[in-house]
């Protein structure tokens, strides 16, 4: 197997600011907001009672849970997802570079991070002196001040990320390969993500399914948890790989587990061509993907991937090895229609 | 997988089929390892008999560069390595041959017989 051809932007001195800031909002920040909140919650551990409420239903608390429950899902949510997606995301962002997608989620992490920091510890604060868990006040008034705080703390971190220019990549278009009248022909070839992203999406996963557990354990609604955690696996495993066909009804993609299918018939086809993704600065990652600039693409990996321009203007791209021949039979049939 | 047939050809359909998959592994854009397309859904989309592509997939068996399994589909042998070997080859022959103004079946012939 040869390995995808990487679009690989060098290290600039813009870039490397750009990853710096990245990951000031998304590692040291929360690490700094988590752990003064982890400590507050500590040194209020003796004042509360045995147990506290930990989830609420309008106004009322419904679920109950020991006070420890609060700096462990400070320290999981508050610093756990922002690592974890910043472990997830570096990775490809070094060599894809630092764009707007990058600035955009660690500006939404650092956001979350406020959100989870503020709203726990006000949450477990409220409870000091209290006999009763049961005796704690609504909750309106504290999430809604953390959401707020969220927001402000996520614009703060737009900001202070810098706005990239990334350098722009090769587009080369589909050489139409020869066919006499009459021929017929078919393309098909399986693209699958990278063995690294196999493992860190399961790896988030295991992380969804274990918040979900412990979500269980400590609230009463124990169900949605595990619903998003079963959703979130069921989609991971119905994306991961996918068939491409190219014939004379257009463009394929077909997921290898399940029914996902995504068609550009030939007719709509007006041009393919070959271009290298950098699935991270571009798509944001990887999966079933809309960029920001509107190109909606089924990206598996960062590197070499077959664009096809539709009829009104929609973009279609798909992430697969030898586009070029793809693209090639494309054009091919296109003209022959 | 590019696979490609001309109906107007005298080859037979079957031929045509194995021939581009001997192609595509010549050209270097398939594996040892790779699966080939299903044979179902290469009957489809080039609108032929289902057998026909079975009998192409058989032919490539009987060669060794296919493995045939229930159930994991048709599969290329590491037998198809000599084939990418001769790649270079191939294109100087033939680049020869054009020169020389041999037509392609003269020089296939030609192959054939000094392989016997």
Same mark, same amino acid.
């Given at each position: ?20 800031? +990245? ?259 571009? +798509? ?54 | ?116």
């Amino acid at each position: 197997m040869t390995t995808p051809r990487q679009a690989r932007s060098e290290t600039t001195e813009p870039m490397r600011r750009a990853r710096t800031r +990245f990951l000031i909002v998304t590692i040291a920040v929360p690490a700094l907001l988590v752990a003064g909140a982890v400590a507050l919650q500590l040194a209020w551990l003796p004042e509360l009672p045995a147990t506290v409420a930990t989830h609420w239903s309008g106004s009322e608390p419904d679920g109950f849970g020991p006070a420890w429950t609060y700096p462990a899902l400070t320290v999981a949510i508050g610093l756990g997802v922002p690592a974890l997606l910043a472990a997830v995301t570096v990775p490809q962002a070094v060599p894809d570079g630092f764009g707007t997608t990058t600035r955009l989620l660690g500006a939404v992490m650092l956001g979350v991070s406020t959100l989870i920091a503020v709203s726990l510890t006000w949450a477990v604060g409220m409870q000091r002196g209290l006999d009763d868990g049961a005796d704690a006040a609504g909750i309106g008034v504290p999430m809604l001040v953390a959401a707020a705080a969220g927001v402000v703390a996520g614009v703060v971190g737009w900001f202070v990320q810098p706005k990239t220019e990334l350098p722009e990549t090769e587009v080369e278009p589909g050489e139409a390969i020869e066919l006499v009248p009459g021929e017929r022909a078919v393309w098909v070839r399986t693209t699958a993500v990278a063995t690294p992203a196999l493992v860190a999406i399961i790896a988030a996963v295991v992380l969804v399914a274990g918040a979900a557990v412990v979500l269980g354990v400590t609230s009463s609604s124990a169900t949605w948890g595990l619903w998003i955690a079963a959703g979130a696996l069921a989609l991971a495993a119905v994306t991961l790989a996918f068939r491409v066909r190219v014939d004379a009804t257009g463009l394929t993609a077909r997921s290898l587990l399940g029914v996902i299918r995504f068609r550009v018939p030939l007719e709509q086809v007006r041009r393919a061509e070959v271009v290298q993704v950098r699935a991270m600065a571009e +798509f944001g990652g990887i999966g079933i993907r809309l960029a920001p600039d509107g190109r909606f693409g089924i990206v598996l990996h960062s590197g070499t991937a077959l664009q096809v321009h539709r009829d009104g203007g929609r973009v279609f791209v798909v992430t697969v090895e030898d586009a070029a021949t793809a693209a090639g039979l494309l054009s091919a049939l296109q003209r022959a229609r | 997988m590019l696979i490609r047939i001309d109906p107007g050809s005298d080859v037979p359909l079957f031929a045509q089929v194995a021939a581009s998959v001997r192609a595509e592994v010549a050209a270097g854009r398939a594996q040892a390892g790779d699966r080939l397309p299903a044979a179902r859904e290469v009957a489809e989309s080039l609108d032929i008999n289902l057998h026909t592509v079975l009998r192409a997939y058989q032919d490539l068996r009987d060669e060794g560069l296919v493995d045939l399994r229930r159930g994991r589909g048709a599969v290329l042998t590491p037998a198809v390595a000599g084939l990418a070997e001769l790649r270079d080859d191939i294109a100087r022959l033939a680049e020869r041959a054009r020169a020389l103004g041999l037509s392609p079946d003269a020089l296939a012939s030609l192959v054939k017989e000094s392989l016997r």
